[in-house]
């Protein structure tokens, strides 16, 4: 048997290729294709099938194209209601390719048309040899319960704690678990870093398969959960039809500086995709900064929305097409163009220029020791939690796409996240938004809790 994890870093997000016997089938694949067709390439490998563990809500699955490219069949749970051609899948149905046993599994409760996908290698053993859980059962983790329109968040939970204690923990303790996501991913709260585990580790160490209780699950699982991008909703109607295939967006539309000046002034997105240190530097005032080097797509998504149609400003070409792959992995798919010659060009066109100052942890703790600054966190409710710095305002930046904070646009507001690649998210909107006396935080709360800062903890 042949089998490879492909893990895409931005979206914290696994996919799976199978093959046996010159067969194969590729489980919860990314948008962009090609990649399993290299793979099945080079290892001699035609694709049979294609497995949607669920209707995904964090990115764009690309089981359309690589069906319509291969002439491969989709499966997926009856449940989806997919609007595709087919085959619903229910509890106990198998699929062959070449020795390997795949069998379904019906796990609801992250979703309620969730599966999971036991593998067997009959080379091997008769035994299975691995599970892939999609959002069901993550290392450390389980997947969150409130990304249906059908069931309430505790119906939901309910029904995971059944799924993973009538159905996966009745797997044998060697069984390899492969998830969906990984660390990052908003699909869960707080999975581990390992790409892989087993059931008997997750058994014994996962913390949300330590309660025995159902109620108290339920309670535990529908309590402070992270907040649901609203692009999360309308990703899983776009996999329950099909997305398009990439090749047929539209090419980039390049515009000289006074274009995009007016497209600006219209409200427009200016999206700043170069690495949070140049946009501090140097920016176009107004632009939306979001570095290309974080997860891109998951906060252009949440901030921005499906339907912001931006243009984009990058520093090479290559950066301009990372972008836009990374945009459609997610469903923006709609891009107004991107500014030929970047910022270099927006400058030698004579308009004007801004940049975001910048201060050190030790600077900003003196600054705030004689009150002469304001201090905004933008980090995440468990991250706030657990500590943050005294006399902070806490405004998570998953809330910058409703609503910005409401803040004195005109006082010294010093914006820290974790290590500074949200912070500078923030301060672009804000700037957007009005406000003009902004500073970064370098490092953010790491580079405070290094330097062994004071700090406060709870709400």
Wanted: aromatic share 6%.
């Amino acid at each position: 048997m042949y089998f490879e994890q492909f893990y895409l870093t931005c979206l914290a997000h696994a996919s799976y290729l199978i093959g046996s016997n010159g067969e194969a089938a590729v489980v919860d694949p990314q948008r962009d294709v090609d990649i399993y067709l290299q793979a099945m390439q080079e290892h001699g490998l035609k694709l049979k099938y294609i497995l949607e563990t669920h209707l995904h809500a964090d990115f764009v699955s690309g089981h359309k194209e690589l069906a319509e490219r291969t002439g491969a069949t989709i499966a997926v749970g009856a449940a989806a209601g997919a609007t595709f051609p087919h085959i619903a899948l229910r509890e106990g149905d198998e699929i062959r390719i070449g020795r390997v046993r795949i069998q379904a599994i019906e796990t609801p409760g992250h979703t309620p048309e969730s599966m999971c996908f036991v593998i067997t290698d009959e080379e091997k053993s008769s035994a299975p040899w691995a599970v892939l859980t999609g959002d069901t059962l993550f290392i450390g983790d389980v997947g969150r319960p409130d990304l249906a329109t059908t069931h309430t968040p505790p119906q939901l939970a309910a029904m995971l704690y059944d799924s993973l204690h009538q159905k996966l923990m009745a797997l044998p303790n060697s069984t390899l678990v492969y998830p969906a996501h990984g660390a990052g991913s908003l699909c869960g709260r707080s999975m581990r870093a390992e790409k892989f585990s087993t059931i008997g580790t997750e058994r014994l160490t996962n913390p949300a398969l330590q309660i025995q209780s159902k109620e108290e699950f339920v309670r535990d699982l529908t309590t402070n959960l992270p907040v649901r991008p609203e692009y999360f909703l309308q990703d899983a109607e776009i996999n329950r039809n099909g997305a398009a295939a990439l090749e047929a967006l539209p090419p980039l539309h390049g515009m000289l500086p006074a274009e995009a000046r007016q497209l600006l002034e219209q409200g427009v997105i200016l999206l700043d995709v170069r690495p949070v240190e140049d946009f501090a530097r140097s920016h176009i005032p107004g632009a939306v900064s979001i570095a290309l080097g974080g997860q891109f797509a998951s906060w252009a998504g949440t901030v921005l929305g499906l339907s912001s149609r931006p243009v984009l400003i990058g520093a090479t070409p290559a950066m301009l097409e990372e972008a836009r792959m990374r945009l459609a992995r997610v469903g923006i798919d709609e891009l107004r163009g991107y500014l030929e010659g970047g910022v270099e060009a927006w400058q030698a066109a004579g308009f004007p220029i801004s940049h975001t100052p910048q201060m050190t942890v030790g600077e900003l703790h003196d600054a705030l020791e004689v009150g002469r600054v304001q201090v905004l966190d933008v980090r995440r409710a468990g991250e706030w939690n657990a500590a943050h710095i005294d006399n902070a305002v806490w405004y998570p930046l998953d809330d910058f796409g409703s609503k910005l904070p409401q803040l004195d646009p005109q006082a010294p507001l010093a914006v820290h996240c974790k290590g500074g690649y949200r912070s500078v998210i923030a301060c672009s909107l804000l700037e957007r938004g009005g406000h003009h006396n902004l500073i970064n935080v370098l490092g953010g709360f790491d580079a405070w809790l290094k330097a062994e800062l004071p700090v406060g903890a709870g709400v």
